[in-house]
């Protein structure tokens, strides 16, 4: 039935397609037809011509409105109506060039910093990782209440046992990440190995790219089988592809290779270039396997149907039932936290890139008012060509759609505009970002981010249309009785949104004075060391053709380096430590500390950050040692490691006693003794308190990558070529990765923060400058529309002061309107910040007493102009005008 | 805004369209209509107003519209005449399909008046 209805509409349908022309006329004749017959008709009855032919007009429901209704039925019709408008709209904008350039970059500008910012966003936050179901995948923690620790991990046995407890969770795996030393393949290198306990890949959900991932028969079994990361394989095999069941040698031991990852597989760190079970390590390499070694870290996935809710109440129950099932080992273990891995990866940075996106949107709304105001303004002087329209029968929908058309396609041509900037701006705040963000190597301009700048474009037109449209539109009443070129109310119109736009801006610089204390506060924090006249060299020692005893080898290296070094004149001491202070991820392989004072395997373990040392750098540090001996070289055999402890540390593990000469057992170790107490220092960054440290001899764990710190009499630049030759000196093939003073190693430890507070400062002073010609552009229309009135008054001899006192009374009435609505709107919103501030609050006075100020200082100028104007109108000239 | 957005709403009411009761009924009654005899739009709007007695509170002009779904339809099909006073015109004539439309649509017009008649005829106790 119902193809046959569409047979029959065939013939109409078409025409309506092909022939629109046509189809138009066809409405036209049968439309005047009409009219003509009703006339007859009504002169019939009696009426004279005129009256007969307006009668007709009259039952009709008139002559235009009827075509346009009659049009309206037609499928394309929408299409060719937006087709015309769109055209029109483009004589428009070439008609008045000034005007659109000044539009089309507003919105640009706009577009291309929102879509920048959004492409980072998308990049860090939105994308999803590249595991299956990746929502589903969280991280587990244990947690102490009585030692304050919130990320405690797993050891094998618990691993283990929480596999087969778990209900809301399944598939629980475990990790930890170790530097090894890669031999027999030309050159040693270093690189991070994964040693995993329990299904990782199956955790993951991902697969091997060639080979096969590792599966609990590995572990089962204890085969010497490894999988490599697509980087190693590329670096150090050429892309091989008969790598499978090669032998490699890593960390001293061999491993068959039987798989290489995907690139994108980055866990448990984003370096981690090998992963083996943890069943075929020898005893004890990593400690005891019992169960308060807890070192690895756990990931497990929600079971179907389980909520992270649930797999939490879990979890805390779970923990709950092993303290006290193992009283003795579990004191205070009692608690465990649930976290989604995606916010283990970006949950420093998450709330910061989404205020960035919120401060975006806020100059958007801002140019949204100046467009808007604009818009207003050219609708005014538009007022007689609409009222015209309407006279001569348009509907009113039918000119509102003309006017967002308009609006539209100015939109459009800024928003592709903007999307092209955007891509210039996306790797200005790359280079910016200096990769301190997570997963910045996946920002790209993909499909996701094109078409959030066009839409964002479509919605910001339609935004800043809407208004002067409706207000644009004259009431058929009305019609051309309004006079040329004025306009009623529109006025208030313009005022408000220059107050919006201004308390939007005051936000803005708040947030952005805040920032800005907040990094001046965080340059001012002590770090513990003197950063002063002080270089640090970052050396990854050339074993090429290394045979033996590598460990051995390391130490020797290290030692011939210092020594030459420190013989240098202008150099005051010189020292080396594994991973330099406030560099990220400093904070070396958490180690357990057996504080029981005899050096047994029982007892409470103990976490500190784990600094690996040469004695000579907690002098070129200048970090002050606070009681007891320096760290020595040498140590008899057989005897306890001698170590150093913060007083952070001391603190924490011997409340109340005295440190000095207790007895521990180190993790990689045997036992070791605390021969001194040095100062606190900001290992982990300037935000953060001073962690517990435990500084040991490098001679326990000598490592392929050190940094040597030298403290210089002079300038320690001056001493960069010496040093480069003293290295050269022992091996000419010894290269040297960076030198740098620990001064910008300082500033390099906040530059995340320096980037945001950069980010908020440069949308601060755009808010600033927008506001300001918002302002500006409504005043100066403003003293335009008032030219006659001014003229009068200045005719009846007002003053020039007087003159200017009017005019930027009446701006800065809306501005201080605007200031104060906008710090009461911050007073509120700030908070947001949170996270990104350290030593500052959320409402601190003097910010919020300074950024209003700035603002108000800018309008001023910004309503002295227009101003200055208004006293220059000639009184004759003013008058004549009208 | 608000004021402004009505009175739209408001003149665009009065334009042309018909009140909602009709709205629903127009295509029916035109069918029935053009199903007499062939017409061209104005003696379909003068018999629409005869055969209802002026009941409809719709505009002459909302016809056309109509008609124009009804063809889009394939329910009527136009053709420009001569008209009885000479001058051409545009002439509806009803589809197969639209007879068939005519006839399903009454009886479901019926269907639903006489129901509706039933309710209105029991007598409050």
């Known amino acids: 039935m119902e193809w046959r209805h569409w047979v029959y509409g065939i013939r109409a349908r078409l025409r309506a397609i092909l022939g629109t022309k046509r189809a138009d006329q066809d409405i036209d004749d049968e439309i005047s037809f009409h009219v003509a017959m009703q006339t007859r008709e009504n002169q019939r009855r009696g009426m004279d011509e005129v009256d007969a032919r307006r009668s007709a007009r009259l039952t009709l429901g008139g002559i235009e409105q009827t075509k346009e209704a009659s049009r309206d039925v037609h499928p394309l019709h929408g299409v060719q109506t937006f087709a015309r408008d769109l055209r029109y709209a483009v004589r428009l904008i070439r008609r008045s060039p000034g005007f659109s350039v000044v539009m089309v970059l507003t919105v640009a500008l706009g577009i291309g910093a929102n879509t920048a910012i959004f492409s980072i966003v998308n990049a860090v936050l939105l994308r999803p990782l590249p595991y299956a179901e990746p929502a589903r995948l969280v991280r587990v923690y244990l947690a102490n209440r009585a030692q304050d620790i919130t990320d405690g991990r797993f050891s094998v046995p618990e691993v283990d046992d929480w596999q087969a407890r778990s209900r809301a969770l399944t598939s629980f795996s475990g990790a930890i990440s170790i530097p090894m030393i890669l031999t027999g393949q030309g050159e040693p290198t270093e690189h991070q190995v994964a040693i995993v306990v329990g299904d990782l890949f199956a955790t993951l959900g991902v697969r091997a790219r060639i080979g096969r991932a590792l599966t609990l028969e590995d572990e089962r079994q204890a085969l010497r089988n490894a999988v490599i990361s697509e980087r190693l394989w590329t670096t150090r095999f050429a892309r091989d592809p008969a790598i499978l069941g090669r032998t490699i040698v890593m960390g001293a031991m061999p491993y068959t290779i039987v798989g290489v990852m995907p690139a994108d597989v980055r866990y448990p760190e984003s370096a981690t270039d090998l992963w083996s079970p943890e069943s075929i390590l020898p005893d004890e390499s990593l400690g005891p396997r019992v169960r308060s070694q807890r070192q690895f870290e756990a990931l497990a996935r929600l079971a179907p149907g389980a909520t992270l809710e649930q797999a939490q109440n879990e979890v805390n129950s779970t923990a709950a039932q092993f303290a006290s099932e193992f009283a003795g080992t579990y004191k205070g273990w009692s608690a465990a936290r649930v976290i989604p891995v995606r ?28 467009l808007a105001n604009m818009l207003l303004a050219r609708g005014t002087s538009r007022a007689h060509e609409l009222a015209t329209r309407v006279a001569l029968g348009a509907g009113r929908a039918r000119i509102l759609r003309q006017l967002l058309t308009e609006s539209l396609a100015l939109g459009l041509l800024g928003g592709v505009l903007g999307i092209a900037l955007s891509t210039w701006g996306m790797r200005t705040l790359l280079a910016l970002s200096a990769d301190t963000l997570p997963r910045i190597e996946e920002v790209r301009v993909d499909r996701a981010v094109i078409a959030f700048g066009l839409l964002l474009a479509i919605a910001t037109s339609l935004l800043f249309g809407i208004l002067p449209a409706l207000r644009s539109l004259p009431t058929p009443q009305e019609g051309l009785r309004r006079g040329r070129g004025t306009i009623g109310g529109s006025g208030r119109l313009r005022g408000a949104l220059v107050v919006a736009q201004v308390a939007l801006a005051v936000i803005l610089v708040i947030a952005a004075g805040l920032m800005g204390r907040n990094l001046l506060q965080l340059r001012s924090v002590q770090p513990g060391f003197d950063p002063e006249r002080t270089l640090a060299v970052t050396i990854q020692y050339n074993l090429a053709g290394a045979t033996g005893d590598i460990g051995q080898l390391l130490v020797q290296r290290r030692e011939q380096i210092l020594q030459r070094i420190a013989a240098l004149p202008g150099v005051v001491a010189a020292g080396s430590i594994t991973r330099l202070p406030l560099e990220s ?85 045997g036992r070791a003794t605390v021969v001194g107490i040095v100062g606190d220092v900001r290992q982990n960054g300037l935000a953060k308190e001073a962690p517990a440290i435990v500084y040991f001899n490098q001679r326990t764990a000598p490592r392929i990558v050190t940094n040597i710190v030298v403290r210089t009499a002079g300038d320690p630049m001056l001493l960069t070529e010496s040093i480069r030759a003293a290295v050269r000196g022992i091996d000419p093939d010894q290269p040297i990765r960076s030198i740098s003073t620990l001064r910008d190693v300082l500033s390099e430890s906040i530059a995340r923060d320096r980037f945001f507070t950069l980010l908020f400062a440069l949308f601060g002073a755009v808010a600033l400058v927008l506001a300001a010609v918002g302002v500006y552009g409504v005043l100066a229309y403003s003293v335009g529309q008032r030219a006659r009135e001014i003229g009068v008054r200045i005719a009846l001899g007002a003053q020039v002061g007087d003159v200017l006192q009017m005019v930027v009374r009446e701006g800065m009435a809306l501005v201080v309107a605007g200031v ?20 500052v609050s959320t409402r601190d006075p003097l910010t919020f007493l300074v950024a209003p100020g700035v603002l108000l200082m800018v309008a001023l100028l910004a309503c002295y102009l227009p101003a200055r104007r208004a006293t220059r109108v000639e009184a004759v000239t003013a008058l004549r005008s009208e | 805004m608000v004021s402004v957005t009505e009175g739209m709403r408001g003149t665009e009411t009065a334009m042309s369209k018909p009140t909602d009761l009709v709205q629903g009924t127009l295509d029916l009654l035109l069918l029935k209509i053009i199903a007499l005899e062939p017409l061209h739009g104005w003696a379909i709007s003068q018999r629409l107003k005869q055969v209802s007695n002026d009941q409809l509170q719709a505009s002459d002009g909302s016809v056309y519209p109509a008609l124009q779904k009804l063809e889009l339809a394939g329910w009527i099909r136009s053709e420009w005449k001569t008209s009885e006073l000479g001058r051409r015109a545009k002439f509806y004539a009803l589809t197969p399909a639209g007879r068939r439309r005519l006839t399903q649509e009454s009886e479901e017009w019926q269907r639903l008046s006489s129901a509706v008649s039933r309710v209105l005829r029991i007598k409050e106790a």
């Open chain 1, 343 to 370: 916010d283990t990866i970006v949950g420093g940075v998450d709330t910061a890139l989404m205020v960035v996106l919120a401060v975006v949107g806020v100059i958007m709304l801002i140019a949204c008012a100046n």
């Open chain 1, 820 to 839: 104060v609505v906008g710090a009461i709107v911050a007073l509120a919103v700030t908070r947001a910040l949170g996270t990104l501030l350290h030593d």
């Open chain 1, 585 to 669: 991820a400093c904070s070396d392989t958490l180690i357990f500390l057996r504080a029981d004072g005899t050096g047994s395997r029982d007892g409470t373990a103990l976490r500190a950050v784990n600094c690996l040392i040469s004695p000579g750098y907690i002098t070129a540090m200048r970090i002050p040692l606070v009681r007891g001996e320096p760290l020595p070289e040498r140590w008899p055999d057989g005897a306890p490691y001698p170590f150093l402890v913060s007083e952070a540390a001391a603190r924490r593990f011997w409340p109340g006693q005295d440190p000095i000469g207790q007895i521990v057992r180190a993790n990689y170790g």
